[in-house]
């Protein structure tokens, strides 16, 4: 009886949960159910195309309000009797834009969402690194690919990347997006400092290279882990030892047991076999363009004979740059560093962003050649018989970028220093753009970016000299002037306190 009992209460369960299922998915959408219900996920926003058009864009809060991506072909369609007309092309993986053109019209451009957005809800919008083009040369953005209501595939791309894409001036005015496309992209890193642009990263800082100025900095005295930026800090020290005479490009390593060890990680860009051998040379290309930590281990090992004795060095040269307490290295190539102990804690190394300006300063004053290197979008090396990749997305989204070097652990962030020549009166000069702790790639693009765009009006629109602070720093702060040349530099030996 007690069984039986159990069987019919059971079967009683089933049944109601079946019975909810069903109504569940049979009952029709209510009127309730309109576009504020999914607000984090589709909305309508008004734009006004300054002297030309008004209309509406679609666009998607990716997962968070306000994290916002705007349909490019509604944008195509609004700016198309403009000197920023654009047509783009897009299929399920790839999208291709063609400047100064007017667009073609596909059908569904301008159509807001409808109210009804179960099917939209249940049909993600996933952001990636889609294949992505511009007059033909590749560029790197996160984008999102889904169809429109006719059915034809659209591009979602954030407001900031696509006013940098075109550089055309962008801003909101109450809950309306307004673009000038009379207007080049208009910044002022001050303004995007007050609304927390800065905030979803450790620290960023932009400088004039050639002179030593900093431009702007947010938290630019802080220290913070610097994952494999450090690899900048590795070359300095390997390009002393080979000036020095004590080693040079063409000699050949080999690779010992903890090198192919480490290359059998999970942090190894390609494996490495402890017997083999490549020059110092292809090491430096391995370890600048693809961050391979195997490489900079082989590195430190050639030039020093351990990577314990190779890290002292690293940490001398930063007290001879006259950098801060705030900077210190445990390895060679910004991997974490377990401590040991049935407690093992998770060390990295560290860098303040001023810090970074300086050892970048020395770098392309004393060994300009890494410009050369990390420069390159691919390169073979004939030691190693195999290619290495340019990890930098800086090289395909703003002309004239020459490197640095990108970083990321969980603990780091996303991390990039990026390098870019300036023409100004018949000189080149160099701005640097340091970005430390963003929270993700995309972010990390979009801030650096806007760092070297900004840089590169400031540059071009004074007199050739050095800049005189307060008329070119956003909201009258002081300006800050670091040397850049070896001998001033070797002569900065200040300690400053982390705060």
Same mark, same amino acid.
């Given at each position: 009886m007690k069984i039986k009992t159990k069987i019919i209460t059971s079967l009683k369960y089933i049944c109601i949960f079946i019975l909810t299922v069903c109504i569940t998915f049979a009952m029709p959408l209510t009127a309730e159910a309109t576009l504020e219900t999914y607000p984090e996920y589709l909305r309508n926003i008004p734009v006004s195309i300054v002297g030309s058009s008004e209309g509406n864009v679609k666009a998607v809060d990716l997962n968070y309000d306000e994290n916002t991506y705007i349909s490019m072909r509604d944008m195509a369609e609004l700016l198309n009797a403009t000197q920023k007309a654009f047509d783009i092309k897009v299929t399920y993986n790839s999208v291709s834009v063609t400047s100064g053109v007017p667009y073609e019209i596909k059908g569904g451009e301008n159509v807001p969402f409808a109210s009804n957005l179960r099917d939209e809800k249940d049909d993600p919008y996933n952001r990636k690194k889609n294949a992505f083009s511009i007059d033909e040369k590749e560029v790197s953005y996160y984008t999102i690919i889904?169809? &429109? @209501? !006719? *059915? #034809?595939?659209?591009?979602?791309?954030?407001? *900031? +990347?696509? $006013? /940098?894409? /075109? +550089? =055309? +001036?962008?801003?909101y005015n109450g809950d309306v997006l307004n673009a000038d496309p009379d207007s080049a992209l208009n910044l002022n890193l001050k303004d995007l400092e007050a609304d927390g642009y800065f905030e979803g990263m450790n620290a960023v800082l932009l400088g004039d $290279? @050639? %002179? *030593? !100025? #900093? =431009?702007? !900095?947010? &938290? *630019? +005295? /802080? %220290?913070?882990?610097l994952a494999s930026i450090t690899k900048l800090m590795t070359y300095a020290v390997v390009m002393d030892a080979v000036t020095g005479g004590r080693i040079s490009l063409d000699t050949v390593v080999t690779f010992s047991e903890n090198v192919e060890k480490l290359s059998y990680s999970v942090d190894h860009a390609f494996h490495m076999q402890a017997g083999d051998t490549a020059t110092l040379e292809d090491l430096i290309y391995g370890s600048l363009m693809q961050s391979s930590n195997e490489c900079s281990l082989a590195l430190a090992e050639a030039v020093s004979g351990s990577e314990e004795r190779f890290v002292e060095a690293m940490n001398l040269k930063a007290a001879e740059l006259g950098m801060s307490d705030g900077t210190f290295f445990y390895n060679c190539n910004g991997l974490p560093v377990f401590s040991g102990g049935v407690f093992s804690g998770k060390k990295q190394n560290h860098i303040t962003a001023e810090d970074l300006f300086i050892l970048s300063n020395y770098l392309l004053s004393v060994y300009p050649r890494i410009t050369e290197i990390t420069a390159c979008s691919e390169k073979y090396? !004939? @030691?190693? %018989?195999?290619?290495?990749? &340019? @990890? &930098?997305p800086m090289l395909k989204n703003v002309d004239d970028v020459v490197g640095l070097k990108t970083g990321t652990t969980n603990k780091a962030g996303s991390c990039l220093v990026s390098a870019k020549k300036v023409s100004v009166n018949s000189e080149n000069r160099y701005i640097v753009a340091i970005v430390l702790g963003a929270e993700d790639g995309a972010f990390r693009n979009n801030v650096s970016q806007t760092l070297l765009s900004y840089g590169t009006k400031v540059l071009q629109a004074g007199d050739g000299g050095l800049l005189d602070g307060a008329s070119h720093i956003d909201g009258g702060a002081e300006s800050k002037k670091i040397p850049r040349d070896a001998e001033s530099l070797a002569r900065l030996i200040v300690r400053k306190t982390i705060k």
């Open positions: 889904h169809k &429109n @209501s !006719e *059915g #034809v595939y659209d591009c979602y791309i954030t407001p *900031g +990347d696509f $006013a /940098l894409l /075109l +550089d =055309i +001036d962008m801003w $290279a @050639s %002179s *030593g !100025e #900093v =431009i702007y !900095e947010y &938290n *630019g +005295d /802080l %220290s913070f882990p090396l !004939e @030691s190693m %018989s195999r290619t290495v990749m &340019n @990890s &930098n």
